[in-house]
């Protein structure tokens, strides 16, 4: 990738490159307006942080969602895990469904 040098402050050069990103570097006796080819190297530290959050993401799914059900089965008096389907829940009150007397 290119850079152009926009900057020099002792050991550091600091380098634009094609994304419009401002880069530092060691100062390799580069001057303002130099054009180089920049080697991009993945950081270690990184590579490190994407495999902790790709391990932690692993974990909740197993964890998490592994089970399938969202509370504890419940049980039969033999000791089976029974299901049980959801209550449904029919809050409509209209008029003509409430009894007065």
């Given at each position: ?97 409430m009894c007065w007397m």
């Amino acid at each position: 990738m290119k850079a152009v040098i926009v900057d020099l402050q002792g050991k550091y050069a600091a380098a634009l490159d094609e994304t419009g990103s401002v880069v530092r570097i060691p100062n390799a006796a580069y001057r303002i307006g130099q054009e180089i080819e920049l080697h991009t190297v993945p950081s270690a530290r990184l590579n490190m942080r994407r495999k902790i959050a790709a391990t932690a993401a692993a974990a909740i799914l197993v964890l998490g969602l592994g089970s399938g059900e969202p509370e504890p089965p419940m049980r039969s008096p033999a000791g089976r895990s029974v299901w049980m389907p959801p209550l449904p829940l029919n809050i409509r009150s209209t008029a003509s469904t409430m009894c007065w007397m």
